[in-house]
T-cell receptor, first 115, second 118 residues
């Protein structure tokens, strides 16, 4: 079975602080894909990143960075110098490459950035 | 803006009623997916269509049904509504529905339809 765990339900930081959102996944597949989505207060789901299991290189996009560690089954997301606009619920998700399984989401982490 | 459109944005109805949610995928995308987001269950996959055919089914209730039309838009029909059906319903689309592998492409989500059953 596939499972995504986001242990942090809510995080609150002060603007300009760095914050890391944790994501731990479970799958028996050797090939799989990991995603992060952002859900701002307006409600839509915004795609942030997709990473396959063969690519363990960390990725940086502006203030966002992702750390994929297969050894610990983790795909953590760091926001550097957080801003109020980063306030949202962030979801980590997984698709294994076998079968026809759709996105399996974690429960999400609500991030509040306080000015 | 993801390019996926959903109507209506909000829907308020009564128990026992039937509603239809509509989704238009991004231009060029052949596959649509429906997800339900509720407070207790989180984000859950309901059903996927690819080029008019059902491709995968998740935890979709028998009271719910969907279809994808020749112009690729999709409708999710919810009938005999119960209070517990109140949720945010998302549609997502992708290019080929994962034919090259389920994770080979990204699903882009619409803004959602917020359903409130009173």
């Amino acid at each position: 079975a596939q499972k995504v765990t986001q242990a942090q339900t809510e995080i609150s930081v002060v603007e300009k602080e760095d914050v890391t959102l944790d994501c731990v996944y479970e799958t028996r597949d050797t090939t799989y894909y990991l995603f992060w989505y952002k859900q701002p207060p307006s409600g839509e789901l915004v795609f942030l990143i997709r990473r396959n299991s063969f690519d363990e290189q960390n990725e940086i996009s502006g203030r966002y960075s992702w750390n994929f560690q297969k050894s610990t089954s983790s795909f953590n997301f760091t926001i550097t110098a957080s801003q109020v606009v980063d306030s949202a619920v962030y979801f980590c998700a997984l698709i294994p490459n076998s079968g026809n399984t759709p996105l399996v989401f974690g429960k999400g982490t609500r991030l509040s950035v306080i000015a | 803006d993801s390019g996926v459109t959903q109507t209506p944005k909000h829907l308020i109805t009564a128990t026992g009623q039937r509603v239809t949610l509509r989704c238009s995928p991004r231009s060029g995308d052949l596959s649509v997916y429906w997800y339900q987001q509720s407070l207790d269950q989180g984000l859950q996959f309901l059903i996927q269509y690819y080029n008019g055919e059902e491709r995968a089914k998740g935890n979709i209730l028998e009271r719910f049904s969907a279809q994808q039309f020749p112009d690729l838009h999709s409708e999710l029909n919810l009938s005999s509504l119960e209070l517990g059906d109140s949720a945010l319903y998302f549609c997502a689309s992708s290019v080929a529905g994962g034919l090259a592998g389920p994770g080979e492409e990204t699903q882009y989500f619409g803004p959602g339809t917020r359903l409130l059953v009173l």
